[in-house]
């Protein structure tokens, strides 16, 4: 069978027979806020692991409409999205803290990606989108009063432009600045071309940056920066692969083919090329400015109502 390229946790789930069906240590809930479809995935423990390959953890998928916004009906869209990333950020924070004892009030952000590269450019452009105010406080902490999270954030590039691993940067400020969490924002990769801009996974499992299209870097996470790590991803990009098998699957199961004949099929007009190719939207820089507010403004959005004093 032909292993579709996925990084989001929603469509692992989906990817066995059934949704009803009930997968040892996996616990699923879909609930509909507006527009916006709000899945979660949780998975317990190492059973869950693996059978869905991803780490213990939640993944909590918003699906919505993409438009120009301006519609009224695509705004009320756009600001329950804000919500909701809102709402997911704060709940996940809320568990670090208990887990900890204690309040997180300093978030460290990076935007990670390539900028320059405008379906990778994600990370880098939420990044540009957030105020940064860790620098005031430690100016005029004892007489400016700060009521929410202290922030500070770094977009660290790619190893073509820096020669280091994303994690070695990462782990080098954590070290030095100590902040309570860690939240990184990066495009993914999807094995559905609807979902491409339309979809925002947000998990506390942290993130391996590249994974979806095969060029694995070291994973962030707790377990390798330090502290808890919460991931923003949007998928896109599509393996051209995925694409052409799901039209031959479709084609010709309908035609009573089965699966090991339709793979072989694939197998023999498709060619290494083809299967290392991405697909990304024609309006990918307009795509990835609407989402990339999104999240801007949903972050913002927590960091506002933290209150710290």
């Not at 990918?284 to 989402?291: G, P």
Request: proline share 4%.
């Amino acid at each position: 069978m032909y292993e579709k390229r996925t990084d989001l946790a929603i469509e692992v789930r989906e990817s066995f027979p059934k949704d009803d069906v009930e997968i040892e240590g996996v616990l699923l809930q879909k609930e509909r806020c507006e527009e916006v479809w709000v899945t979660t995935v949780e998975i317990r423990n190492e059973s869950g692991a693996k059978y869905m390959k991803k780490p213990i953890g939640t993944y909590v998928t918003l699906e919505f409409p993409m438009g120009s916004y301006q519609t009224e009906e695509l705004k009320k869209s756009r600001e329950t999205v804000v919500l909701q990333i809102k709402r997911v950020i704060q709940k996940l924070i809320h568990q670090i803290e208990e887990d900890k004892g204690k309040k997180c009030p300093l978030l460290f952000i990076s935007g990670l990606g390539n900028r320059f590269a405008t379906p990778d450019a994600l990370g880098p452009y939420v990044l540009e989108n957030i105020t940064m105010n860790r620098h005031v406080k430690r100016e005029f902490g004892d007489v400016f009063d700060i009521k929410e999270s202290v922030l500070c954030g770094i977009a660290p590039g790619v190893m073509s432009q820096t020669g280091m691993e994303s994690r070695e940067i990462l782990k080098g400020i954590v070290e030095r600045v100590k902040p309570d969490v860690l939240l990184v924002i990066d495009s993914l990769a999807s094995r559905s071309v609807n979902r491409l801009c339309r979809t925002i996974q947000i998990t506390n499992t942290g993130i391996s940056p590249g994974a979806g299209i095969g060029n694995n870097r070291n994973k962030i996470n707790n377990e390798t920066i330090g502290v808890p790590v919460i991931a923003i991803g949007v998928p896109t990009v599509v393996d051209a692969g995925t694409i052409i098998y799901e039209a031959l699957e479709n084609a010709l199961s309908k035609e009573g083919y089965q699966e090991e004949e339709i793979f072989q099929f694939f197998q023999s007009i498709t060619s290494k090329e083809t299967k290392d190719l991405f697909v990304t939207p024609k309006d990918i820089d307009e795509e990835i400015r609407q989402v990339g507010m999104m999240i801007a403004e949903g972050v913002s959005a927590y960091t506002k109502d933290f209150g710290i004093n």
